[in-house]
């Protein structure tokens, strides 16, 4: 009978395959860790918007990869040995189907970052940019959204497929115009040469067409959350971008968005929405848009 050493360092793996399934659950662990401290951060005021969201979008994208790498199935000849070592003897981690199991098991007591994580997208963009807000108002004058009645003032709509773009005059009106965004007419059209003017249009076009690019998708029936997620995740950046520099955006709407985006982001990637919640986000999407649209029109 083997004897037990108590000053030998234990060892929490005798394969190959072993050692990595380890750690990348040190990984995972670490990212978790990591974001916490950065969400406390923020919130104390230690770190500015400037830094905390790339750093944020950064560690959110590597903890996904982790994630993966985690709950995924050996293969291979890494698969045949875990196994293999499955019986009483195996050294191989406790499986793990996600975040919650991952979190409980560990004992990670850190609500900021569970939160963060099933989000999926920094505060700064699930609750709007201070920053961003106070210094829109600068540059916005004379943009190239639907100007003052009268001002002649119009705006380009581009669609998702990269074809004809919509000029919605002040008068209501609308014609089809191969050539993209354009200024407004008059005092507008020199206002919309200036930067701001250009960077306004360039969200509204991306905007509009993050909208489209989503409710096409959900029309063309792709259900599964790998489709669905980064096209959602895309149109809420895009979303709460234009509303902090026009200066306020839709809550009820950007509510709803964020409301199906975490209920995606706790989905596995393979996993599917059905055929009624399809509809209801269908339905609240295209809503958002419409409102969207109508404060467009009443700048």
Known sequence: MATLNPYE?????TTASEREQWENLATLFSLIVT???????????GVSEAAYTPACTRLLAQYKTALKLVTAPPTG???????????AGSSRPPPVQGL???????????????????????????????????????GSG??????????????????????????????GSTH?????????????????ANGG?????KQVAETTQAFITFTDALKLKLRAKDSLHPLLSELVVCYTRNGESSGGVNEEGRAKMLHWLIQ???MRASDEIDEEQARQLLFDIEGTYNEWFRSLQDE
């Open 176 to 192: 089809a115009s191969p050539h993209g965004l354009s200024g407004g007419g008059g005092s507008g059209g020199a206002g919309g």
């Open 197 to 201: 003017g250009r960077e306004r249009a």
């Open 264 to 266: 995606l982001n706790q």
């Open 77 to 87: 000849f890494g698969a045949a040995a875990t196994g293999a070592g499955a019986g």
């Open 142 to 171: 004379g943009n190239a959204a639907p100007g003052p009645r009268g001002t002649g003032g119009h705006t380009g709509i581009g669609s998702a497929n990269g074809g004809h773009h919509h000029h919605h005059l002040a008068n």
């Open 9 to 13: 360092e234990a060892r929490l793996y």
């Open 35 to 45: 974001l916490d401290y950065l969400e406390l951060a923020y919130v104390r005021g």
């Open 100 to 138: 919650d199991e991952f979190m409980r098991m560990y004992k990670m007591d850190m609500p900021a970052a569970h939160h963060r994580l099933l989000v999926g997208i920094p505060a700064t963009i699930e609750h709007g940019s201070s920053s961003s807000s106070a210094g829109g108002g600068s």
